[in-house]
């Protein structure tokens, strides 16, 4: 089982939902977070004082996937999300040891 954490422009979150759900993924969790990259964030002006804003808002997706699911989710965020600019985002797959659903007591590939 896989962990994929995708940060990702906010305004692409739906097109992402949809691309997941559409493979099969069954549930996400979303933040709001804020964060730099090469995009080091940029200029702005406000009552005549230049500043520049470093943390960039984002949105933050986990998703657990199946090992043999991992290709077709990552595959999937990276269209939806995909705008060709800088600051389109990471994803970032971790390995994961266990899941238990609480309701259930389901553990594994049963839990996701």
């Given amino acids: 089982m896989k962990k994929l954490e995708a940060v990702i422009r906010h305004?692409?979150?739906?097109?992402?939902?949809?691309?997941?759900?559409?493979?099969?993924?069954?549930?996400?969790?979303?933040?709001?977070?804020?964060?730099?990259g090469r995009q080091r964030g940029h200029k702005e002006t406000y009552r005549g004082a230049e500043y520049t804003v470093d943390f960039m808002p984002k949105?933050?997706?986990?998703?657990?996937v199946n090992d043999n699911e991992v290709d077709d989710?990552?595959?999937?965020?990276?269209?939806?999300?995909?705008?060709?600019q800088i600051g389109d985002?990471?994803?970032?797959?971790?390995?994961l040891e266990q899941i238990?659903?609480?309701?259930t007591g389901e553990t594994g590939v049963e839990a996701i």
Avoid: H, P
């Avoid at 739906?14 to 997941?20: G, H």
């Avoid at 985002?89 to 390995?95: A, E, Q």
């Fill in 89 to 95: 985002g990471k994803i970032f797959v971790s390995s």
């Fill in 73 to 84: 989710a990552i595959n999937a965020i990276c269209e939806a999300a995909r705008t060709g």
């Fill in 11 to 36: 305004y692409k979150l739906e097109d992402v939902k949809t691309k997941l759900t559409g493979i099969g993924v069954q549930g996400m969790t979303v933040s709001e977070v804020r964060g730099f």
């Fill in 59 to 64: 949105v933050k997706l986990e998703v657990v």
């Fill in 100 to 103: 238990v659903r609480i309701r």
